[in-house]
């Protein structure tokens, strides 16, 4: 089930870009509510802005651990099957996720074009650790463009690839990143938002224009997974857990990424979904 915090309503859309939102600590402080638990100190801007990145989440992409399983015969033989998949069942949310919040919708065609590209598989990344079964070693990917059914997808399949250590690569990032995850929706979410604005791109291949505001927003979404995580787990233990899931990522997902990369250019152009020949500039 879902975890809500405080009672705020107010879209993303309408709240990101207030000055209110500097992410600054103040005297007032309402509290989240994370199952029976509550947790003081938030401010309101916080607690709206969480509460707003809930909603969106809840509202575009269905729990794919909800969704009844395709049939067997119709899920993926090939890494390829799998990765193109992702394309179509994930690709028109997350542009509509990112249209959703006002500070990616200032930034110009260029920038958001660029970020989107690189904001693909990280959000496909971090939303599969998060449902990863190490039990059975398979997660659930949505089946179709309306998320109305899941393919679960076993790590075993990638052990039919050529690239060294796929599968282990694979399982090891899920299972760390879950782990550090702490199986919380709210920290899945801002981590999400956080990397929209964290782009990994490497000059001089692609400059981005509005580097200062892309690095405010960055500052928002850290202080708010920084804040929200001292006080679920006080200051010691909280700021210990922020730095790995930060650090981890860091390290992580650029590795992650090539192996994709790996995979595609091991296959024809003609067999590899259009917006993939374009994510990747194959």
Request: aromatic share 10%; net charge negative.
């Amino acid at each position: 089930m879902r975890r809500h915090v405080c009672n705020a309503t107010t879209s993303l859309s309408k709240s990101d870009d207030q000055p209110k939102d500097d992410g600054s600590i103040g005297t007032a402080s309402p509290s989240i509510i994370v199952g029976q638990t509550s947790y003081p100190k938030l401010q309101p801007h916080e607690c709206e802005r969480m509460q707003s990145l809930s909603m969106i989440m809840e509202q575009i992409f269905p729990d794919e651990q909800s969704l009844s399983p395709l049939i067997m015969s119709m899920s993926p033989v090939r890494v390829l099957d799998a990765t193109n998949l992702q394309v179509v069942g994930y690709l028109r949310k997350i542009i509509k996720f990112c249209k959703q919040m006002k500070s990616f919708c200032n930034l110009n065609p260029d920038d958001q074009r660029a970020m989107l590209k690189e904001f693909f598989h990280v959000f496909v990344l971090v939303r599969q650790a998060f449902a990863y079964d190490a039990n059975v070693d398979r997660f659930p990917i949505y089946a179709n463009e309306n998320a109305t059914a899941a393919v679960y997808i076993d790590l075993d399949l990638l052990e039919r690839s050529e690239i060294p250590n796929l599968a282990d690569s694979f399982r090891i990032f899920y299972f760390r990143l879950q782990h550090l995850m702490e199986n919380d929706f709210h920290i899945r979410d801002i981590i999400t938002a956080l990397m929209l604005f964290t782009p990994r791109l490497k000059p001089p291949m692609i400059q981005l224009q509005n580097h200062a505001y892309i690095d405010h927003q960055n500052g928002i979404y850290r202080r708010l997974l920084q804040h929200y995580m001292t006080q679920l787990y006080g200051k010691s233990v909280g700021e210990i857990k922020f730095t790995r899931i930060l650090q981890f990522l860091h390290s992580n997902i650029d590795e992650i990424k090539n192996l994709i990369w790996q995979i595609l250019i091991r296959e024809p152009l003609s067999q590899i979904e259009e917006a993939l020949v374009e994510i990747h500039d194959l």
